[in-house]
Antibody, heavy 122, light 111 residues
């Protein structure tokens, strides 16, 4: 059973860079059938897609965050990572990593990590 | 402000049928599939409906999705107490360089 697990600091200072890693277990991140993505949820609010990456390194980002976001993949460690620069309090959220299927019949975010809370505060 | 519009709340009694709406535009729902996610309190979202009306294995047939024009709906029949959760719609948006958009979520209360 494939599982995703987010990890990283729970507290980041304003103007600094938020860094998170998602470790994939029970399956290979190098499969051609999936994209891997980051989605966040501010406290009490809805979901916001941040961006996604293919195992080859191909990425696409939310235009509203694109100037501050970098997503990378390390296939040797079966991990992908998120960096969000110049953070403010508005970036405080639960950050989820998720798998997105690429197939003829389905292309949903079907497996999600449990999420990790990141607070931006001095 | 979410790109897709959902009512903030919905409610029903056990056994009832409830529907949750999701309104978008021609660049998202109007031209792409709709997905629905269920988020139980304190947990990660779970895929409920994909490609407008398809259920992943394990999702009860009490849950159904539909789409018409730039709007979509999630229907839950035979409402149960364990259905009390937040529900989110999602779609791909073709504007700009393309990106995934979500609704603001609907909190379903089982009375």
């Amino acid at each position: 059973q494939l599982q995703l697990q987010e990890s990283g600091p729970g507290l980041v200072k304003p103007s600094e860079t938020l860094s998170l890693t998602c470790t994939v277990s029970g399956g290979s991140i190098s499969s051609s059938s999936y994209y891997w993505g980051w989605i966040r949820q501010p406290p009490g609010k809805g979901l916001e897609w941040i961006g996604s990456i293919y195992y080859s390194g191909s990425t696409y980002y939310n235009p509203s965050l694109k100037s501050r976001v970098t997503i990378s993949v390390d296939t040797s460690k079966n991990q992908f990572s998120l960096k969000l620069s110049s953070v403010t309090a508005a970036d405080t959220a639960v950050y989820y990593c998720a798998r997105r299927i690429i197939s003829y019949v389905n292309d949903a975010f079907d497996i999600w990590g449990q999420g990790t809370m990141v607070t931006v505060s001095s | 402000q979410s790109v897709l519009t959902q009512p903030p709340s919905a409610s029903g009694t056990p056994g009832q049928r409830v529907t949750i709406s999701c309104s978008g535009s021609s660049s998202n729902i109007g031209s792409n599939y709709v997905y629905w996610y269920q988020q139980l309190p304190g947990t990660a979202p779970k895929l409920l409906i994909y490609r407008n009306n398809q259920r992943p294995s394990g999702v009860p047939d009490r849950f159904s999705g539909s789409k018409s024009g730039t709007s979509a709906s999630l229907a839950i029949s035979g409402l149960r107490s364990e259905d009390e959760a937040d529900y989110y719609c999602a779609a791909w948006d073709d504007s700009l360089s393309g990106f995934w958009v979500f609704g603001g979520g609907t909190k379903l209360t089982v009375l």
